[in-house]
């Protein structure tokens, strides 16, 4: 599918002209595409960059109207938000007696490295269905599916999300590789996709270059080259279409 195609089929809202505008208006910085850089968020009740808040808000106004509430459970999120996300795991595995490699390859079934999480974008949402009760870990595709509390949501946002400008970056497709099936994850697509663009530009080893990152021992530079590959590339084809 060509970027034209793209755009007039699967977001609808917005035309190809605007489009080409925004890949050739916007530059990101590496720590903006990395999480170290402050964002201009739309709102603290929607922490996403300026334009994808605006479309997020038209998204769950809308949503609201036919009995599902979009409620964020995560949008941006900062670097070191994300490098205590990782310690943090990290530490509880090695304490389960997970070794080092096994540790990491646990982790990265639904967590990012630091400086490589799409949150650090301003651009991706973490959504359940508000109108439910919340109860333990939400964020499971069990409860997204068959007779769970967010199975409405789901087959909503299926229907309507990309409409809006949002694509679910970690789909159910066998064929894909790296994180795990998150129903619940979205990423909006016009500002996603130039900054994937960019992202790929980065040299992933000194990206990474941090103090106090737990197992960093063990991200060789193989582990980093199938880590960009497979994790960071691994999301729907629409959101690869540059």
Do not use: C
């Not at 000194?206 to 737990?214: G, I, P, Q």
């Amino acid at each position: 599918m060509n970027r034209k195609t793209f755009l007039t089929t699967s977001l609808g809202l917005l035309g190809a002209t605007t489009w080409s505008k925004t890949i050739v208006k916007e530059k990101y910085t590496s720590d903006q595409l990395i999480g170290k850089e402050s964002l201009k968020l739309y709102s603290h009740k929607t922490p996403l960059l300026t334009n994808a808040g605006i479309a997020f808000e038209k998204m769950r106004k809308d949503a609201l109207k036919e009995g599902v509430e979009l409620k964020i459970i995560s949008a941006y999120r900062s670097y070191d938000q994300q490098k205590n996300i990782w310690n943090r795991k990290f530490i509880n595995n090695k304490k389960a007696g997970l070794d080092s490699e096994d540790n990491i390859k646990k982790i990265i079934q639904y967590s990012t490295l630091p400086g490589t999480s799409r949150h650090h974008w301003g651009t991706d949402v973490d959504l359940i269905d508000g109108s439910k009760p919340q109860e333990g870990d939400v964020l499971i595709s069990e409860k997204f599916h068959q007779n769970g509390p967010y199975v409405v949501l789901r087959k909503w946002m299926d229907q309507h999300a990309v409409n809006y400008g949002f694509i679910r970056p970690y789909t159910n497709n066998s064929e894909r590789k790296g994180f795990y099936y998150e129903p619940w994850h979205y990423s909006y697509a016009p500002i996603a996709i130039p900054m994937l663009k960019a992202y790929s530009t980065l040299d992933l080893k000194k990206t990474l270059a941090t103090t106090n990152l737990e197992g960093s021992a063990s991200l060789s530079k193989q582990f980093l080259k199938k880590y960009f590959v497979e994790n960071i590339l691994g999301v729907a084809k629409e959101l690869k279409a540059f």
